[in-house]
């Protein structure tokens, strides 16, 4: 079998305004068919042997010349595909008519699915319409990047899938098992595919993903999906047959009173800039916020000797200002720094605190060991304190202390920014080894 094109037209040597209609001709054995197209050109421009333009035409673009030449290679490689020993002049023609409107010849099943939107064109409309606080949002966000490069690991990775999408309709419990899989060893993927990561980048190289981390995105993508199901975008509740487990922590550690005094009465004059972030660390331990509102705080924030402010996290859900009044070694420190302009205190980046925080409780000899569950493995391990410190360490030594007196957790949460009946405070009630001697004594 062998497809060619050609035309039937000639035109005299000086003619530049005649136009030939472009033919393309299949002969097989005996068969011998033709069809017209509704490609054309100057007969003087044509080259029967390149089956194109002329190697020099003068007055006709490089481009004009090489998209024709490109058209006419494009339909004699379809003939050669489609061809089958039933083939025959109308044939010939429908196939050169659907080349030319492929619209035509599509099935409203086809033009549908060209219309409807991926499950990441929906993903970008649910964070554009779903009530979401900023730290939510950039949280989503990442899960969204983490999908995005996943579509691009399944064309790289599977058999016969090089256009793979992901359709909200389509996704099943094994898909999302097999989403599982990627989040899980997307770290190890860095190298083998960087391809990836250059056209879907992250800030920091991908690390190993706790079994916490990948409950928290896969219940951003259940919440997805609930959204499209609620205002009916699909019909799919693929999370129905996928049960996401609870979150696994260990005990919340935090440090007591004296060890805060401790660190607060440190000598530190001879790193002052380690002197500064322990003073802020400290004025958290006594507001007990997070460290994203701590941030966030001006001088504005302190009111009649007590700081407000709105939590990030809950701002846009249920807002509440949180006042929580001020000690005198909270009073202390403002007044430290009551020079200093913009922000309440002198911040540093988030990473250069906690770094820094891990080095004052060092040089204050805070060095107690404390059992956390390794995040990777979910192991008990044992390490010096002032190896896991961070800044939300202050937090729960906030809440630790004052749950600790109070036993509270509805007027503790007045105070720390939590939700009315948080799961948070669940933990810190098996916190404090002299409750549960209170509570034995009762048996006495």
Known sequence: MKATAFIRKSASKNDT??????????????????????LTINPNHWSSEKQGYKDRVALVHEEKKLALNNEVQNIINLISQEYTPEADSEWLSTLIDKYHHPNRYKTEEEIAAETKPTLLDLFAEFLVKHKLSEVRIKNFRVVQRALARYELYVRATKRGQKGFILDVDLVTPDTLRDMWDFFQNEYQYYELYPSIYEAIPEKRTPQPRSKNTLIDCFSRIRTFFLWCFDNKRTTN??????????????????????ERDRIFNADLSATPQLAIQRDIFIFQTLIGCRVSDLYRMTKLNVVNEAIEYIPKKTKEGNPVTVRVPLNDKAKEILERYKEYEGKLLPFISEQKYNDAIKKIFKLAGVD???????????????????????????????IGNIYKKVKDPNLVSALSGHKEGSKAFRRYRDIDEEMKKDLVKLLD
């Not at 033919?23 to 054995?29: M, P, S, T």
């Open 237 to 258: 509740r693929p999370f129905d047959k996928f049960p996401i487990e609870e979150c696994t922590y260990g005990t919340p550690y935090y440090i007591t009173l004296e």
């Open 17 to 38: 305004n005649s136009v030939a209609t472009i033919y393309f001709r299949l002969r097989d054995g005996k068969k011998d068919i033709k069809a017209a197209s509704e």
């Open 368 to 398: 107690r060991i404390v059992t956390i569950l390794d995040p990777l493995t979910h192991n008990e391990i044992k390490r010096p304190i002032y190896e896991v410190a961070s800044s939300h360490l202050a937090r729960r030594t906030f």
